[in-house]
């Protein structure tokens, strides 16, 4: 079973930048599509951004349209780490975000939806203030 913990997280002025790393356990990291979400208070979680596997078109990445051009998102399979660069903060960026694992690299074409990960971190909060 891998563990995911995520770091990073913090009080942000709007315009400014955070990285979040989430470290993962286990041999197989290179392996999983990896995914970050966040749920805001009273709202579903969403999709955030992902990346592929080394099994499955290789390097590929998926943004969503809110963070595209802001969020980065980026993997060190020799640290089991993926990150997730965040540039010009918003305040409606504040949630938990949370890193997530696809065990199944083949799920990649369901890479936004929460229902298809299979591990989860604990989350780290994000304060964007205005």
């Known amino acids: 079973q891998v563990q995911l913990v995520e770091s990073g997280g913090g009080l942000v002025q709007a315009g400014g930048s955070l990285r979040l790393s989430c470290a993962a356990s286990?041999?197989?990291?290179?392996?999983?599509?990896m995914g970050w979400f966040r749920q805001a208070p009273g709202k579903e979680r969403e999709f955030v951004a992902a990346v592929t596997g080394i099994m499955w078109s290789i390097g590929s990445t998926d943004y969503a349209d809110s963070v595209k051009g802001r969020f980065t998102i980026s993997r060190d399979n020799a640290k089991n780490t993926v990150y997730l660069q965040m540039n010009s903060l918003k305040p409606e960026d504040t949630a938990v975000y949370y890193c997530?694992?696809?065990?199944?690299?083949?799920?990649?074409?369901?890479?936004?939806?929460?229902?298809?990960?299979?591990?989860w971190g604990q989350g780290t909060q994000v304060t964007v203030s205005s």
């Open positions: 997530a694992t696809q065990s199944a690299q083949s799920s990649w074409p369901s890479r936004r939806q929460p229902t298809r990960y299979d591990c």
């Open positions: 286990g041999r197989s990291f290179s392996r999983y599509n």
